[in-house]
């Protein structure tokens, strides 16, 4: 038997390693949302429509249509990269650029609309492992395992502070808790689909765990679930 498993949870709190490593022990698919909605801003962006910033609701949704997103497995990584109308874009939606777009682009209904409906596509097969904002909520409220991820807001900024350094990017320590702290406040409080817990998913609190320790948590969820 095959089983969905919903991760949601704030920016950049280990939601998104945990998804790829308990997909990867599983056998399972892992979709990242939070990458489909990068790739519209993506888009949006390299066809200049969105400028200085500015996003007008219009004309994202009369780009919609011309936008497609998939994933396709790379083995030399073993886990999926992320294809904008058939070309890799995994590394350039990244990019702090797009990170700071993103969640103006996340908030219009149209955009998730579309998203959504594609995310519950991948999921009708089961045996897959999605993360995200609203996956336990709306995307697969049916899920049979929700996990839903917190950690403390410094230890989120400097796992973010890191992982920017890693990439050559030099962002103060304060301007990336700033950035997160923003974030948090447009997920969680937009009108469509806001962050928040949904009632039958179990609360992971990262703080103080490594990630094997999350990992393996996790996966001892999911087996007792997977055996009952
Ligand atoms: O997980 P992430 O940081 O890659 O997500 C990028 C943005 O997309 C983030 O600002 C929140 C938004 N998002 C969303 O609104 N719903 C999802 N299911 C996933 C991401």
């Given at each position: 038997m095959k089983i969905n498993?919903?991760?949601?949870?704030?920016s950049s709190c280990g939601k998104s390693t945990l998804a790829k490593l308990l997909s990867q022990k599983l056998a399972y698919n892992y979709i990242d949302t939070g990458a489909m909605y990068r790739s519209v801003t993506l888009y949006l962006v390299n066809e200049g429509l969105i400028k200085d910033g500015k996003i007008f609701k219009?004309?994202?949704?009369?780009?919609?249509?011309?936008i497609d997103v998939t994933f396709q497995f790379n083995s030399s990584k073993n886990q999926s990269d992320t294809y904008l109308n058939g070309v890799n874009v995994e590394d350039e939606i990244r990019s702090p650029e797009i990170s700071s777009l993103v969640s103006?682009?996340?908030?219009?209904?149209?955009?998730r609309q579309k998203l959504i409906s594609l995310q519950?596509?991948?999921?009708?097969?089961?045996?897959?492992?999605m993360d995200g904002r609203d996956i336990g909520t709306a995307?697969?409220?049916n899920a049979e395992v929700k996990f839903f991820v917190t950690a403390d807001l410094d230890v989120r900024s400097q796992r973010?502070?890191?992982?920017l350094k890693s990439k050559g990017y030099e962002y103060s320590f304060d301007k990336v808790k700033e950035n997160l702290l923003e974030r948090d406040h447009n997920d969680t409080h937009r009108e469509e689909n806001p962050l928040?817990?949904?009632?039958d998913a179990i609360l992971m609190?990262?703080?103080d765990l490594t990630i094997e320790e999350l990992v393996a948590k996790s996966y001892e969820i999911v087996q007792a679930k997977l055996t009952k």
């Open positions: 498993i919903a991760i949601d949870g704030y219009e004309t994202v949704i009369n780009a919609l249509d011309k103006g682009i996340s908030q219009l209904r149209e955009v519950q596509k991948m999921g009708e097969g089961k045996g897959i492992v995307v697969l409220p973010r502070y890191d992982e928040v817990q949904a009632e609190d990262n703080t």
